[in-house]
């Protein structure tokens, strides 16, 4: 075990080059729908239990497939109405499991990365070797039901690995060389992107994702009711929005439609996004073109800038 | 160190769900419903009326509301009982008030314990839901199958018994099942049962026994959720509950019959400083038009008579 992963240097938020969206835009929003699949009876992962009552978890497992039958289809409307693509972090097997389901976010021409295959096996326990299977098998996957080469990963219920980035940055490109596997979500460090080190020394980057505005975070562990929610996400994005103007920003909503999109709770999530959308010089985006437009014009002044800040100019 | 090779092993990836309970569905994708004089929304309030006992052995685990202090837990215990007592007639009130009939999801064991009470739930004519034996005598994974078939049946026989009624919908305390629940409930003459909460409209439920109908009982809406999991104000109950309401009814419109179904309590709802917000929401509910407050089982009753003309 390390103190430290080591996947990024201390760079602090001040006096960073300039970033500007394109157009101007001051900050760059995104909208992340996971779209899961959890098994009723995974193998047991020794390190994580997936369900906390014997087999059958009906709670647990019942909800979370109400995202799957009714959620998704609600959040897809009001993103249409707002001219949000979503970037759907994907567990993979859904793509056998609901088809639909992606039929009808491909029809949107949504992203997709990986969030591995299902949502019940994690990685903890796992060797290099069954980690790299199991991320070769969901991007694989994705490339042959969409046709896009998977750009980011969200590791399968935050489950990770020391070697997790590395090997979905090795992986990304076996398959699909510099157009696969080049941004993660699984850092919170920053509400910039900012580069990582992989031991294969790719060009690869961190894009902010979010735990403190993701509706599950917010509803399930932190217990917050959907007006403040609503209140929460609007609030992030003054500041964001604010700091832009310095150099751009990244604001990202992760969701869950087992949570955002209970009757009771879209409309607070709604009128965020009528919101946010309603402000100009704000870039409304995907992951990978956030990830895409910063390894293009940002990456190289920003990996210069940490190394002559690391050694103290 | 590797995990052994199942974990990277899938059997059951394929289309549809990863088990043989229930078909996978869009709602989105389902002929729209049609509610009886044309109704939007159907509105389902099921009252629990339930008993906490004091000597919980929480197997395999201590259901939510229960106990949590050693024994004797008396704050609990008693505070559980208050709803049976004084709670339950605000709730009574304020239903008639706005002209709301409920249904009664009942632990058999108050049968004995609180004969008054269930007498005049009985004589109000509303529907009955079992709601098992008591909130101590959970369902679960790894029950002895003799064990759990004699509490079905215990629970149903008294309930039966007692109201005179065919009882056919059915709550798991805690909402939990074995793998032999559906099984059990379906042998038993029970038609539905309200333990999965992965939709917002009725769905067909397989068992080895005969089908099921899955009803839809929010928990996310749940007074015992919403107040006690997530330590929401009752304002914030009254909000979720009317946005849900608009929710619904707006959805209704373009896609066909909704249905608003909230579970309560009278140990929650039924204290004085709650009963405003459920009198409020009632209130705000009751003025849209287009609401039909029904039974479960004329919801079901409705979805069924439209689901066989669909099916042709």
Redesign the interface.
């Known amino acids: 075990m390390k103190a430290d992963p080591g996947f990024y240097d201390y760079w602090p938020y001040e006096n960073r080059p300039r970033i500007q969206w394109p157009g101007g835009a001051r900050l760059a929003f995104w909208v992340a729908p996971n779209i899961e699949?959890y098994?009723?009876?995974p193998?047991a992962?020794?390190f994580r239990k997936a369900w906390?009552?014997?087999?059958?978890?009906?709670?647990g497992?019942?909800?979370?497939?109400?995202g799957n039958?009714?959620g998704h289809?609600?959040q897809m409307e009001v993103l249409d109405r707002y001219g949000v693509k979503g970037s759907v972090s994907l567990s993979t097997?859904l793509c056998?499991?609901?088809?639909?389901?992606i039929d009808l976010c491909a029809q949107r021409d949504w992203e997709f990365f990986s969030h591995g295959?299902?949502n019940t096996?994690y990685t903890y326990?796992?060797?290099a070797?069954?980690e790299r299977?199991?991320i070769r098998d969901s991007m694989a996957t994705i490339l042959r039901h969409t046709g896009q080469h998977c750009a980011g990963y969200l590791a399968p219920a935050l489950s990770h690995s020391e070697l997790t980035l590395d090997l979905f940055a090795e992986v990304g490109t076996e398959l699909g060389g510099d157009d696969a596997g080049f941004y993660t979500c699984d850092l919170f460090h920053d509400d910039q992107p900012t580069p990582i080190h992989t031991r294969s020394g790719k060009r690869f980057v961190s894009v902010p994702y979010s735990l403190e505005m993701n509706d599950t975070i917010a509803y399930v562990v932190n217990?917050v009711?959907?007006?403040r929610y609503g209140q929460m996400l609007r609030d992030n994005f003054d500041r964001l929005y604010r700091e832009g103007a310095d150099s751009g920003t990244v604001m990202c909503i992760p969701t869950h439609n087992y949570q955002v999109s209970?009757?009771?709770?879209?409309?607070a999530f709604e009128e965020a996004l009528e919101y946010i959308t309603g402000h100009s010089d704000v870039w409304v985006t995907t992951g990978r073109e956030i990830a895409r437009y910063f390894l293009d014009h940002y990456y190289d002044q920003s990996v210069a800038d940490i190394a002559a800040r690391s050694e103290g100019n | 160190?590797?995990?052994?090779k199942?974990?990277?092993q899938?059997p059951?990836?394929?289309?549809?769900?990863?088990?043989d309970r229930y078909a996978?569905?869009?709602?989105?994708?389902r002929p729209p419903v049609q509610w009886p004089g044309g109704a939007k929304l159907a509105l389902w309030i099921n009252v629990g009326l339930q008993f906490f006992p004091l000597d919980q052995r929480g197997k395999?685990?201590a259901v939510p509301g229960g106990m949590t202090m050693p024994y004797p837990d008396l704050r609990h215990f008693s505070l559980r009982d208050y709803g049976n007592r004084v709670g339950i007639f605000r709730l009574l009130r304020a239903l008639d008030e706005y002209g709301v009939k409920p249904s009664f999801a009942v632990n058999t064991q108050l049968v004995e314990r609180a004969p008054y009470l269930l007498e005049k739930i009985a004589a109000r004519g509303d529907e009955i839901l079992c709601h098992g034996w008591n909130m101590d005598s959970l369902h679960?994974?790894?029950m002895e199958a003799g064990e759990e078939a004699a509490l079905v049946e215990r629970s149903l026989a008294g309930l039966r018994a007692f109201s005179g009624q065919p009882v056919s919908g059915w709550l798991s305390p805690?909402?939990?099942?074995?793998?032999h629940t559906p099984e059990l409930l379906a042998a038993n003459g029970i038609r539905y049962f309200c333990?999965?909460?992965?939709?917002?409209m009725p769905y067909p439920f397989r068992t080895a026994a005969g089908e099921l109908v899955a009803m839809p009982l929010?928990?996310?809406?749940d007074d015992q959720f919403i107040l006690l999991?997530?330590?929401?104000?009752e304002q914030?109950w009254q909000?979720?509950?009317c946005?849900?309401c608009?929710?619904?009814l707006q959805?209704a419109g373009d896609d066909g019959g909704r249905i608003?179904a909230l579970n309560i309590h009278p140990w929650l709802l039924g204290q004085p400083h709650r009963i405003g917000k459920l009198e409020a929401a009632l209130d705000y509910i009751t003025r849209n038009d287009g609401i039909w407050s029904a039974h479960p089982g004329e919801i079901l009753c409705a979805w069924q008579a439209g689901q066989q003309n669909t099916d042709n």
């Open positions: 699949f098994e009723l009876d193998p992962n020794p906390p009552q014997p087999y059958p978890a009906t709670p497992y019942s909800i979370r497939d109400y039958r009714v289809v609600r097997a056998e499991h609901h088809p639909e389901i295959i299902y096996r326990g796992m060797s070797e069954q299977e199991m217990k009711e959907p007006r209970c009757p009771h709770r879209l409309r | 160190m590797a995990l052994d199942e974990h990277l899938y059951r990836r394929r289309y549809g769900m990863d088990h996978w569905s869009l709602l989105s994708r395999p685990f679960y994974g790894g805690a909402r939990n099942e074995s793998e333990d999965w909460v992965n939709d917002d929010s928990n996310e809406l999991n997530n330590l929401h104000s914030s909000e979720q509950v946005d849900a608009d929710y619904l959805e608003l």
